[in-house]
């Protein structure tokens, strides 16, 4: 059937394209890729790799965060005189840390349809992969760059419980892993590297070892950070017997020596005590 509606507005359809392995792209992309009558496209250069790479010729627009505004009326216009549009970025999923938002929004005031065709975002990826708490999170995108801003939105999601999802170029890792050494403390982090290319890697750290390591640390960067420990939780911490207060740490992934410092902190006692009660636990 064919998915392209065919009533006299046009329909947007948010297109998902790979974040690196030309492969994921699913087979409906490809179709509506296909089908429409234009694509809205970050960089239509980038776009027009993927697209001979997939041996489609199409029209393309550019659309991106410079002329959003008068591209969003543009767009508008044509879908209003029954034009189906494609609107794809240079990565992933439109709309995530990438142009689309205002486009979408119009398009829901004005009635247009817009459907999504699923794909590729790093952040999901790099989440599922992080061995982190999936059940809960927050994705930040990149943090702002204004130092007080910056500042601002780190003290905001320090006491979250949740897992924490962050964007970041490579050359200002070191300082944003700073910041975040300095205003949410020392907590683990897995940080995703090109994720779906040759050399994607996962590194599971804490904060203070990928400072040592940040320089080396080349391409595109995910960072999943560990939820911070509820305060109501720490005081019933306190309530459990240290075998219970070890294993809820278990639980959470952590390893011995980690779960050591961590009971030592929450009791407010030296960690060779705690070792003590555990030197026989593997
Ligand atoms: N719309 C995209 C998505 O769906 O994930 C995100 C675009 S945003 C401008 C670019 C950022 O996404 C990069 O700086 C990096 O943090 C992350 N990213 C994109 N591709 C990635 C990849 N292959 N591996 C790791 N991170 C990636």
Known sequence: MKEINQK????????????????????????????????????????LKLLNHLEISKPLMSYHRHNEDVKTDILIKELKQ????????????????DPGEEVIKKCIEEEIPIVPIPGACAMIN???CSGLDTKEFVFIGFLPLNKKNRKEKLEEIKNTTKTMILY????????????????????????????????????RE????????????????????????????????????????YEYYEEKGLNK???IKQIAKDRNV???????QFINKK
Not at 85 to 97: E, H, N, Q, W
Not at 221 to 242: A, F, P, R, T, Y
């Open 126 to 128: 790099a989440l599922i």
């Open 257 to 259: 020596k980690e779960i």
């Open 82 to 97: 029954g034009k189906q549009i494609a609107l794809v970025s240079d990565a992933g999923t439109p709309g995530i840390c």
């Open 206 to 245: 804490n904060i203070d070892i990928l400072i040592e390591k940040a320089k080396e640390l080349k391409g595109e960067i995910v960072l999943i950070i560990e939820g911070g420990v509820e305060k109501k939780e720490e005081n019933d911490l306190l309530k459990l017997s240290l075998q219970d207060h």
């Open 270 to 276: 030296n960690k060779n005590e705690i070792y003590q």
């Open 8 to 47: 006299e507005i046009g329909t947007l359809y948010i297109v998902a394209t790979p974040i690196g392995n030309l492969e994921d792209i699913t087979l409906r992309a490809i179709r509506v890729l296909k089908e429409v009558d234009l694509i809205a496209a970050e960089d239509t250069r980038h776009t």
């Open 168 to 203: 970041e170029a490579p050359h200002k890792l070191e300082t944003t892993l700073k910041d975040l050494k300095q205003i949410i403390g020392n907590r683990k982090v897995v940080l995703a590297r090109e994720l779906t290319k040759v050399h994607e890697e996962y590194i």
